[in-house]
């Protein structure tokens, strides 16, 4: 019945390796996101797709690249992780990027420790 | 360029004590704005939105919060404050003539602490 459920929810893995985190949302939205939320508990957007297509790409790093295979499904997949990468990526889904009004949808988070 | 201020860390309150959190954007045209909770080690739930008509936004779990354009506001309240309310709070706020990219631009949040 979840939502939007993402995995894996706890990750702690070493420097330089990479690793992916996967979001699948079963409300039948158009548009899927990424975002951070830092040691500080700020929030800021990575990604956004919308159909499939990328609408928006915050200055990511290119270590870090979206994949969505359908628009039920976005994952993220991070290469070379380091420990500044350490956050909680949160996915969410809505139903169009536009009107500006719909609900983001937000998943449980996944928790990233690099050491 | 769209921003959102939650001016205060911390709200403490006792419990069946009025509570408000405090929010003011920034937006250039007309905002669509939101509340969002974040329990320990969990995801954001949504809370309310306001998208437009009426000033006072009624949301979930007893909830409101109060449009008010000309201080730029959307402050959080709820009549009679419980134990269970204590999280963080976000802010939120997207601008409708903006190019509709869906982005939604969060305040730094606000941690809630009911007391007994």
């Known amino acids: 019945d979840t939502a939007v459920s993402q995995t894996p929810k706890y990750l702690v893995t070493q420097m330089g390796n990479d690793k992916s985190i996967k979001c699948e949302q079963n409300?039948?939205?158009?548009?899927m996101y990424w975002y951070k939320q830092d040691s500080k508990k700020f929030l800021k957007i990575m990604f956004s797709?919308?159909?499939?297509?990328?609408?928006i790409n915050e200055t990511v790093p290119n270590r870090f690249s979206p994949k969505s295979p359908d628009k039920a499904h976005l994952n993220l997949h991070i290469n070379s992780l380091e420990l500044g990468d350490s956050a909680v990526y949160f996915c969410?889904?809505?139903?169009?990027?536009?009107?500006?009004?719909?609900?983001?949808?937000f998943g449980e988070g996944s928790w990233l420790t690099v050491v | 360029a769209q921003s959102v201020a939650q001016p205060e860390d911390q709200v403490n309150v006792a419990e069946g004590n009025p509570l408000t959190v405090k929010c003011t954007y920034s937006?250039?045209?007309?905002?669509?704005l939101f509340w969002y909770v974040q329990y320990p080690n969990r995801g954001l739930q949504f809370l309310l939105k306001?998208?437009?008509?009426?000033?006072l936004v009624k949301g979930s779990y007893g909830f409101e919060a109060e449009f008010n354009k000309s201080q730029t506001s959307f402050h959080l309240k709820k009549p009679s404050a419980l134990v269970s309310d204590s999280a963080l709070y976000f802010c939120?706020?997207?601008?409708?003539?903006?190019?509709?990219?869906?982005?939604?631009?969060f305040g730094q949040g606000t941690t809630l602490q009911v007391k007994p």
């Open positions: 969410a889904s809505s139903r169009r990027q536009a009107p500006s009004g719909n609900t983001i949808y």
């Open positions: 409300l039948g939205h158009d548009t």
């Open positions: 797709y919308n159909n499939k297509e990328l609408i």
């Open positions: 937006v250039s045209g007309n905002p669509y």
């Open positions: 306001y998208i437009t008509g009426d000033n």
């Open positions: 939120a706020v997207r601008d409708a003539g903006s190019s509709n990219t869906g982005k939604l631009i």
